[in-house]
T-cell receptor
Framework: AQSVTQPDIHITVSEGASLELRCNYS??????LFWYVQSPGQGLQLLLK??????LVQGIKGFEAEFKRSQSSFNLRKPSVHWSDAAEYFC????????????FGAGTRLAVHP | KAGVTQTPRYLIKTRGQQVTLSCSPI?????VSWYQQTPGQGLQFLFE???????NKGNFPGRFSGRQFSNSRSEMNVSTLELGDSALYLC?????????????FGPGTRLTVL
């Protein structure tokens, strides 16, 4: 069965510092990969997705993610964090034929210090 | 363009009751998915509908059911509520018909079971 692991439950960074959120997945082939963000009281917003092709993908709000097949990872990065980036971040996978079914990781809560 | 609308936003029920939650997708979107979000289990896929047909279903008991109407609006029903059904229920819609198109999430319905 597919699974997604986000090893870090909480991360705190200073404003202006770089950020990397980790995501590892378990699936026999290359899945569809997603990063979503959830602010308090809000639904989920898609930051970026990877289906195929270039392994470095750019998303909204200055985020990027790199797919590494050998490590079964899809880590999210941002070079300089803003206070408004404080939120919960979810990595998710989908598999061919799954239509829109997403398997989510447990999430990483990001706090940003001024 | 209006986003995904979920009603009601908050709901309090008692054990044994049943509840119906409603989701109105973005205009033109024909796929609607439902997810349950709890602190303990995280985000879990419930089911997905397209053109009034359920295309995929998660691992939830039969007490959880859903349907989609011809105007793409969707409802989910939970019968014989249990304390553990307390959760944020999220609905997501997408426009394209194939695998894994961008899904837009609503703000959710917060269900509390007493």
């Amino acid at each position: 069965a597919q699974s997604v692991t986000q090893p870090d439950i909480h991360i705190t960074v200073s404003e202006g510092a770089s950020l990397e959120l980790r995501c590892n997945y378990s699936y026999g082939a290359t899945p569809y990969l997603f990063w979503y963000v959830q602010s308090p009281g809000q639904g989920l917003q898609l930051l970026l997705k990877y289906f195929s092709g270039d392994t470095l993908v750019q998303g909204i709000k200055g985020f990027e993610a790199e797919f590494k097949r050998s490590q079964s990872s899809f880590n999210l990065r941002k070079p300089s964090v803003h206070w408004s980036d404080a939120a919960e971040y979810f990595c998710a996978v989908g598999t061919p034929g799954g239509y829109n079914k997403l398997i989510f990781g447990a999430g990483t809560r990001l706090a940003v210090h001024p | 363009k209006a986003g995904v609308t979920q009603t009601p936003r908050y709901l309090i029920k008692t054990r044994g009751q049943q509840v119906t939650l409603s989701c109105s997708p973005i205009s033109g979107h024909r796929s609607v998915s439902w997810y349950q979000q709890t602190p303990g289990q995280g985000l879990q896929f419930l089911f997905e509908y397209f053109s009034e047909t359920q295309r995929n279903k998660g691992n939830f008991p039969g007490r959880f059911s859903g349907r989609q109407f011809s105007n793409s609006r969707s409802e989910m029903n939970v019968s014989t509520l249990e304390l553990g059904d307390s959760a944020l229920y999220l609905c997501a819609s997408s426009f394209l018909t194939g695998d894994y198109n961008e899904q837009f999430f609503g703000p959710g319905t917060r269900l509390t079971v007493l």
